[in-house]
């Protein structure tokens, strides 16, 4: 058990003690992909479901999550995020919206979990303004594209959905 991070010598689980790690810069962008039926896409491009603003609440859904993601993952620091952005790339040829989040922080640990939580939160919110008139939504590809800093560098996930 001595690989496993968040498992102590009597295999309990616990936080890793970070204290020792220099602070440095990281960053980490993730993404995950809603897909929908035409008539959604169509809706959320030209603002008109009913509930508002689709991509506008789900921004805000993303970045308020990312700043929350230790209350939801049990062994994830409580990080002082320097930036969480949450952007969207819509694709009118398979009726899909690819969500993009980038966190980053000067810190002692890694912000994948919050850039992962960001655009998680994000879809689920995509889903919930449009699943009254289509709730055969699927959200799939989540997944971390990138990230950089600390002891174990930089990571780019080849074959990403671009």
Do not use: W
Request: charged content about 25%; hydrophobic content about 40%.
């Amino acid at each position: 058990m001595a690989d496993l991070t968040h498992i102590d010598n009597q295999g309990r689980v616990r936080m890793v003690d970070v204290t020792e790690k220099k602070p440095s810069r990281r960053t980490a962008v993730a993404q995950a992909v809603v897909h929908m039926t035409e008539e959604t896409f169509q809706r959320i491009a030209a603002g008109t479901v009913s509930k508002g603003n689709v991509l506008e609440t789900a921004r805000i859904a993303g970045v308020m999550a990312a700043k929350k993601t230790a209350d939801l993952i049990p062994m994830c620091h409580p990080l002082n995020l320097t930036h969480v952005q949450v952007d969207f790339f819509p694709d009118a040829s398979s009726h899909a919206i690819r969500i993009e989040g980038t966190a980053r922080i000067l810190d002692q640990t890694g912000v994948e979990m919050e850039a992962l939580t960001a655009v998680s939160v994000a879809a689920l919110t995509l889903y919930d303004m449009c699943k009254a008139i289509d709730k055969s939504m699927t959200i799939t590809d989540l997944c971390l594209l990138k990230k950089t800093g600390g002891k174990s560098g930089t990571f780019v996930r080849e074959n990403a959905t671009p």
